[in-house]
């Protein structure tokens, strides 16, 4: 299959357009038309010559996701479930992942909407390897990474759908979709590039989340990239035990000794702060007790935590706590000096809420 053209960043091109004897300019002429423009087809180009465009039209592929299907929530969030085979495959569930937009309200102290834009959720991989006890993604196992190209075009596929020009500001992009994104790294990381670029879409590192479930050696490699967007940790469990119960890589990932020191020889930039993602299991990991050992952990780190409770699964066995223990829990984190916040489930009635991204499901309504 050709190499898809979203996923070549600025200076592959330039190497491309080099080594086809053409002048350096193409290759960023072809980048920003390609991030921009989104052509869906070579011929559109016609700022190009006609033979580069039969060379390009030979070598890649401009391939569009198809939308398998669409759900929309009452409360705007719009779930996609993204068809990456270019209809060749017999087997289409293992090319599928999906994609969420989310829409955003900011209000003033008086209750006007400031301004609206919105938070796109996407994947790195169909399915994932991680296997977290109280994540429906887990369940469908690992069928492959996406690539560089694929989660870039989950960003361009999201702008279309909803109008936002590139380059518009108000774009917040997290990985918190399927898979495990320190796990399919060097993909993530060039299509954070591309995004990134400012002959591109024109996102920001800051406003871009990478969410992993604790790949410590990663982490590490991850604070040197010369583009980085925002670091959040999924924590879920203050201590080994409950950890490796709930997240079955804890110890092969050298446990809270290896993943704290990480955290804490992480280097932050001026005023960053590193996240850790909490999810609140009743009766589990959300007592008084834990978040006190919580606090602990955390001391000293330059820090915040999101609490999220428990986004309902039918085929696994938790429960969600109550608002009120969730509460409880942010209370206690914050008499100890954590900056805790509570993060309000979105698209739940569709199951886009964190954790719930799954393909085969009856129970939502379309
Ligand atoms: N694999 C990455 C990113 C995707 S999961 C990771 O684990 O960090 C995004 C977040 O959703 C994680 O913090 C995860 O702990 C959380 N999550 C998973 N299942 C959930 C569920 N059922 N309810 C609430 N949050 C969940
Ligand atoms: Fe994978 Fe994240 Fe779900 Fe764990 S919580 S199984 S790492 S997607």
């Known amino acids: ?37 989104r052509p869906g087809a070579w011929s559109e180009l016609t700022e190009l010559p006609r033979s580069i465009r039969g060379r390009l039209e030979a070598a890649f592929s401009l391939a569009w996701p198809a939308t398998a299907r669409r759900h929309v929530s009452r409360d705007g969030t719009v779930r996609y479930l993204l068809d990456f085979s270019g209809g060749t495959a017999r087997t289409p569930e293992k090319n599928q992942a999906e994609a969420v937009y989310l829409p955003d309200e900011v209000f003033d102290d008086a209750g006007r909407a400031l301004r609206q ?10 399915g994932c390897a991680v ?3 109280f994540c429906l993604t887990a369940l469908l196992g690992l069928e492959r990474s996406l690539d560089a190209g694929e989660i870039v075009a989950q960003v361009q596929f999201l702008l279309a759908a909803h109008e936002i020009r590139p380059g518009d ?11 495990e994104p320190f796990l399919n790294y060097d993909a993530v990381l060039r299509a954070v590039r591309i995004l990134c670029h400012p002959r591109g879409a024109g996102l920001a590192p800051r406003r871009i989340t990478i969410s992993t479930s604790g790949i410590v050696d990663k982490i590490r490699r991850y604070g040197d990239e010369p583009v980085r967007p925002r670091l959040a940790v999924s924590l879920n469990a203050p201590n080994d035990e409950l950890r ?3 997240m079955p890589l804890h110890r092969g990932q050298g446990g809270l000794a290896a993943l704290m020191a990480a955290a804490r020889e992480y280097p932050l930039a001026a005023r960053e702060r590193l996240t850790f993602e909490y999810v609140l299991l009743a009766r589990v990991n959300d007592e008084i007790a834990h978040a006190r050992e919580l606090a602990a952990l955390l001391a000293g780190l330059r820090a915040k935590v999101n609490l999220i ?27 100890h000096g954590v900056a805790a916040y509570i993060r309000r489930p979105r698209g739940q009635d569709i199951f886009a809420a964190c954790g719930q991204l799954k393909r085969h499901e009856d129970a939502v309504q379309t």
């Open 1 to 37: 299959m050709p190499r898809h053209a979203y996923g070549m960043e600025f200076d592959q091109w330039q190497s491309w357009v080099r080594d086809a004897g053409l002048p350096m300019w193409r290759g960023g002429q072809i980048f920003s038309a390609l991030q921009r423009r």
């Open 117 to 126: 834009r919105a938070t796109f959720c996407i994947s790195s991989q169909i």
């Open 131 to 133: 296997n977290c006890q």
């Open 169 to 179: 500001d108000r774009v917040n992009l997290v990985f918190m979709g399927m898979g």
């Open 244 to 246: 490796a119960k709930l």
């Open 309 to 335: 409770a428990w986004n309902a699964g039918p085929e696994l066995g938790w429960h969600t706590p109550s608002s009120a223990r969730v509460t409880a829990f942010q209370s206690e984190l914050r008499r």
